[in-house]
């Protein structure tokens, strides 16, 4: 079978993100191919096997069955009495879709439907594609369909959507745990699922969190099935984190609650929790530093240089507790600021943080892995460093 994936704003996190999962979760062959706007795996695995993996990413919007032909997924839906339906299309001849020729197509296909004895109502798009809370609201997935028409250079394949993102979650995580601390600056929930895919963990293992402040990595692994350590310098952030993910499972959203929360600092470690820590097996390392409050417009260069170097002591000491801590196998995924100056983007370069002993992933080049807004004047740098044995 071919199932479609569509990525999101940032497109090799994407891809990276889906690389990993698919190693980490399917044992069977499989085989991807990459486009600029969407990405199709060759897979044996079920439909029901492929949605829960899309359902662990943080980075696509959806996912769905590739089809040769629209009939095929017309011929399915006529076992149901009545649907909601609709059309997303992605392609790089948008001209060739005005409002009037998707409104006359999807006329057709109510009429079609109608022949085959289903009744139906249509959604029109925004533009040529439906958005997430869309397809969800109306059920497209469960109790009707979204045809997905894939036309590039010429040729047209056609798709049946069977997940879209979970919006609910990620803006539960970021907009609605009781503590938050805007100015120490938030991850967002879909950059931590992606940074913790990154990983390529199994369900049970565990993961350190050095910088949780409101404990976003934390809830989104404990979301997927992770053990979690979490600290912080900041007593409030700790017990915040706290707080939180008893909020989460609370309103039943994770199965088990295994976690330690800690207050830490990174620059002064404490003794006795780094003895603890020898003797804690975890896994991975995911976390994003301080890097200074909200930025609205451009920085100079002095602020920029201090703020970076804040980062640079953070990680440095960080890196240097993680060799002494005799770990096997160990990967960390870090957020590396790059701030835009009046004389261009400043960053760190990764050798003045960690030393020979760690490696950046082969399969990812160096500073290809960002997360960004277009307009927007911090860029996160997104590092898989894997520690040498
Ligand atoms: C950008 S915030 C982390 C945000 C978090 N990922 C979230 O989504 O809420 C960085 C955190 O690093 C913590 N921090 C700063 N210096 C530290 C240190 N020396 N050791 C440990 N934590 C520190 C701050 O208290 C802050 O909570």
Not at 40 to 63: A, M, Q, W
Not at 106 to 123: A, G, H, I, T
Not at 164 to 183: A, C, G, L, M, R
Not at 319 to 340: D, G, H
Request: with cysteine; proline share 3%; aromatic share 12%.
């Amino acid at each position: 079978m071919k199932y479609f994936f569509i990525p999101g704003r940032n497109y090799d996190l994407s891809k990276a993100e889906i690389v990993s999962v698919f190693s980490t979760f399917i044992s069977s062959n499989y085989n991807f191919q990459f486009s600029d706007r969407y990405i199709l795996v060759d897979s044996k695995e079920s439909p029901e096997v492929i949605t829960r993996v899309f359902n662990r990413l943080g980075g696509f919007l959806s996912c769905g069955l590739i089809y040769d032909d629209v009939d095929l997924i017309i011929d399915e839906i006529s076992e149901l009495q009545r649907v909601t339906f609709g059309v997303s299309i992605y392609t790089d001849l948008p001209k060739n879709y005005s409002k009037d020729s998707i409104k006359t197509f999807l006329e057709q296909l109510k009429d079609l439907l109608k022949s085959k004895e289903v009744s139906s109502r249509y959604l029109m798009p925004n533009g040529l594609t439906l958005d997430s809370a869309q397809v969800l609201h109306n059920h497209l997935i469960d109790k009707g369909f979204e045809l997905v028409i894939f036309d590039f250079k010429g040729k047209k394949t056609f798709g049946r959507t069977l997940g879209v993102q979970n919006i609910e979650f990620f803006s539960k995580v970021e907009f609605d745990k009781p503590y938050t601390n805007k100015e120490m600056g938030v991850l967002p929930a879909k950059l931590a699922t992606i940074m913790i895919n990154l990983l390529g963990l199994k369900d049970g293992e565990t993961i350190w969190d050095p910088f949780c402040g409101s404990g976003t990595v934390p809830l989104v692994a404990l979301s997927n099935g992770l053990n979690v350590l979490a600290s912080d310098i900041d007593v409030k952030a700790v017990e915040g984190t706290q707080k939180n993910i008893e909020w989460l499972a609370a309103g039943n959203q994770l199965n088990t609650v295994n976690m330690n929360v800690f207050q830490f600092d990174v620059l002064n470690p404490d003794g006795k929790i780094v003895s603890t820590l020898r003797k804690t097996a975890f896994h991975g390392l995911a976390s994003e530093p301080y890097m200074g409050p909200p930025q609205f417009k451009r920085m100079s260069v002095t602020k920029a240089t201090k703020l970076l170097s804040g980062v640079e002591s953070l990680y440095s000491n960080l890196f240097l507790l993680l060799e002494n801590l005799k770990l096997y196998r160990f990967k960390a995924v870090i957020v590396v600021p790059s701030y835009k100056t009046f004389k261009g983007w400043m960053t760190i370069s990764l050798n003045s943080i960690v030393s020979k002993k760690w490696k950046v992933e082969s399969n990812l080049k160096e500073g290809d892995l960002h997360w960004k807004r277009s307009d927007s004047i911090i860029k996160r740098n997104i590092f898989v460093l894997s520690k040498k044995n």
